[in-house]
């Protein structure tokens, strides 16, 4: 059993109120970021000062939120941090923010009873479109810390998109590959984070199908299965 707390009823209404904001804000983050690697050498440098300021802007956001809702927990910082490990990383880490969404489909994983549609195909459209956020912040981190490394083979930003996809889809052809430790730090991360985001996708669909079938089976009458004569 967790021992996450239950969350009080002004915590509750602060992350209803919030979703939205961050959910911009974080893709605020993630465009900053990615006008600052991507356009570093083509826009003028007032330009990418601004991609800062909104970037630590998005991320200031995000730390008044994380302490608004260490305040309204009513527990101790240190338990706190404990039982919300993820959210902790992903405010050291802001790109990592897509991740996130492992914990919807971790909620919908603890609802029982009548199987929704709308909810599963929330969740899988969720859990791709994070797959592909995350995939995008890693391509955009390798690209940075490669481009100009000796030895190098993910020479321009199509090659990480490339490498990504591979990683991701667990394929690794190895035609390109990092050689920075950040680079290979990142593909750690994206194997890891890449991996959960589609297992979430396989699994809410499969355990959709499961609860349909057993509704089903429970509907037909005693002695009415398929193939009986």
Excluded: N
């Amino acid at each position: 059993m967790s021992d996450r707390p239950p969350k009080p009823p002004r915590q509750e209404r602060w992350d209803r109120r919030m979703e939205i904001p961050l959910a911009v804000a974080s893709l605020a983050f993630l465009t900053g970021y990615a006008v600052r690697v991507l356009a570093r050498h083509h826009l003028p440098q007032a330009w990418l000062d601004a991609c800062l300021a909104v970037m630590v802007a998005a991320w200031a956001m995000f730390v008044v939120d994380y302490a608004v809702r260490l305040r309204l927990s009513g527990t101790g910082p240190l338990r706190f941090v404990r039982t919300h490990v993820l959210d902790t990383v992903v405010l050291l880490l802001p790109l990592l923010r897509p991740v996130r969404m492992v914990s919807l489909y971790d909620r919908v994983q603890r609802r029982h009873g009548t199987p929704r549609l709308s909810l599963y195909v929330r969740v899988m459209v969720y859990a791709g479109l994070s797959t592909a956020l995350l995939g995008f912040a890693g391509a955009l981190t390798v690209y940075r810390h490669e481009v100009d490394a000796p030895g190098a083979t993910i020479r321009t930003f199509g090659d990480a998109v490339w490498w990504t996809c591979a990683t991701l889809a667990t394929v690794g052809y190895g035609d390109v590959a990092p050689v920075t430790p950040i680079g290979r730090l990142t593909a750690v991360g994206v194997m890891a984070c890449g991996l959960a985001l589609l297992g979430a996708v396989t699994g809410s669909f499969s355990s959709w199908l499961i609860q349909a079938f057993t509704r089903e089976d429970e509907k037909r009458p005693p002695g009415d299965s398929p193939g009986a004569s």
